[in-house]
């Protein structure tokens, strides 16, 4: 659906071909952005792994320099600001790779997701985020790791803070709140931000992640906000940021971040 009147925001949660489920190149990606009144775009494309973890969804290591090719060509050729990024899974054990791997490149800007209870788990209720039996277990071990997430502190912001919710997992908001305070702290304690991801809106939740009632948590204590469509497709850039704009501000937000190597700033949300 198109927006009439563009909003003025970054989109920070971007794919390409290489991931091996989603279309096209960067540049693409930011001409597209750029003709919708995107202010800025970041490339955060799954982050190569090098023990086989999540391998059917990201590109390969050896594939990685192809990745910042095509994003030095889009920061050449497209109108607007493009920032290097990645998606990166947390999962244990990822900082062995992961912290050599994000000291090694100039990136702007590392969103941190958990798309998986346990990847190595032979038992599927054990390894992903499907509908499970005991919503509240689920979402308390999923919270469990996007704290454990924080803690590492290689992250810049936390993905689709709500997840579960694609797949139902529907729980009381007491219990929820219980599952994902402690989490929001050490998010908090990271300097951490989380993002607006407007996917959510064309998928089962019809709505964006976080709920509102996670980002009104996440604005007291003073986590930080960036926004993103996670398109994997040039077409999807910047879609639903209207509805993301107003959940902001229903949450209590006037502000949003905008990152350069790894450092945030502050700008003023749209009419605010
Ligand atoms: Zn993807
Ligand atoms: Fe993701
Ligand atoms: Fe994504
Ligand atoms: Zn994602």
Same mark, same amino acid.
């Given at each position: 659906?198109?927006?009439?009147?563009?909003?003025?925001? %970054?989109?920070?949660?971007?794919?390409?071909?290489?991931?091996?489920?989603?279309?096209?190149?960067?540049?693409?990606? @930011?001409?597209?952005?750029?003709?919708?009144?995107?202010?800025?775009?970041? &490339?955060?494309? #799954?982050? %190569?792994?090098?023990?086989?973890?999540?391998?059917?969804?990201?590109?390969?290591?050896?594939?990685?320099?192809?990745?910042?090719? *095509?994003?030095?060509?889009?920061? =050449?050729?497209?109108?607007?600001?493009?920032?290097?990024?990645?998606?990166?899974?947390?999962?244990?054990?990822?900082?062995?790779?992961? /912290?050599?791997?994000?000291?090694?490149?100039?990136?702007?800007?590392?969103?941190? /997701?958990?798309?998986?209870?346990?990847?190595?788990?032979?038992?599927? @209720?054990?390894?992903?985020?499907?509908?499970?039996?005991?919503?509240?277990?689920? *979402?308390? @071990?999923?919270?469990?790791?996007?704290?454990?997430?924080?803690?590492?502190?290689?992250?810049?912001?936390?993905? #689709?803070?709500?997840?579960? $919710? !694609?797949?139902?997992?529907?729980?009381?908001? =007491?219990?929820? !709140?219980?599952? @994902?305070?402690?989490?929001?702290?050490?998010?908090?304690? &990271?300097?951490?931000?989380?993002?607006?991801?407007?996917?959510?809106?064309?998928?089962?939740?019809?709505?964006?992640?976080?709920?509102?009632?996670?980002?009104? *948590?996440?604005?007291?204590?003073?986590?930080?906000?960036?926004?993103? /469509?996670?398109?994997?497709?040039?077409?999807?850039?910047?879609?639903?940021?209207?509805?993301?704009?107003?959940?902001? $501000?229903?949450?209590?937000?006037?502000?949003?971040?905008?990152?350069?190597? !790894?450092? %945030?700033?502050?700008?003023?949300? %749209?009419?605010?």
């Amino acid at each position: 659906m198109a927006e009439s009147t563009p909003v003025r925001l %970054p989109d920070y949660h971007t794919h390409n071909r290489l991931c091996q489920h989603a279309e096209s190149v960067p540049l693409d990606y @930011a001409r597209e952005a750029a003709a919708r009144g995107v202010t800025e775009l970041a &490339a955060t494309d #799954h982050c %190569p792994t090098d023990d086989g973890f999540g391998r059917e969804h990201r590109m390969r290591l050896e594939e990685f320099p192809t990745y910042l090719d *095509w994003v030095r060509e889009a920061q =050449a050729m497209a109108p607007i600001p493009v920032l290097l990024g990645v998606e990166a899974d947390y999962y244990p054990g990822c900082e062995r790779f992961l /912290s050599g791997f994000l000291a090694r490149h100039p990136f702007d800007v590392v969103l941190g /997701s958990v798309h998986f209870l346990d990847y190595w788990a032979r038992d599927p @209720a054990r390894r992903t985020l499907a509908h499970a039996p005991d919503a509240g277990a689920l *979402w308390r @071990a999923y919270f469990a790791h996007i704290g454990s997430l924080a803690d590492t502190g290689l992250y810049d912001v936390a993905a #689709h803070l709500d997840l579960p $919710k !694609r797949f139902g997992n529907a729980l009381a908001a =007491a219990e929820l !709140r219980e599952a @994902a305070l402690p989490a929001l702290d050490r998010l908090a304690a &990271a300097g951490m931000a989380v993002e607006i991801n407007t996917s959510g809106l064309r998928h089962s939740p019809l709505a964006c992640y976080p709920s509102l009632e996670l980002l009104a *948590w996440a604005r007291e204590r003073d986590i930080g906000l960036t926004f993103g /469509s996670d398109a994997h497709a040039p077409e999807r850039v910047g879609e639903g940021f209207a509805a993301a704009l107003e959940l902001a $501000k229903a949450a209590g937000y006037r502000e949003y971040r905008v990152y350069r190597g !790894r450092r %945030p700033e502050a700008r003023p949300l %749209p009419g605010c």
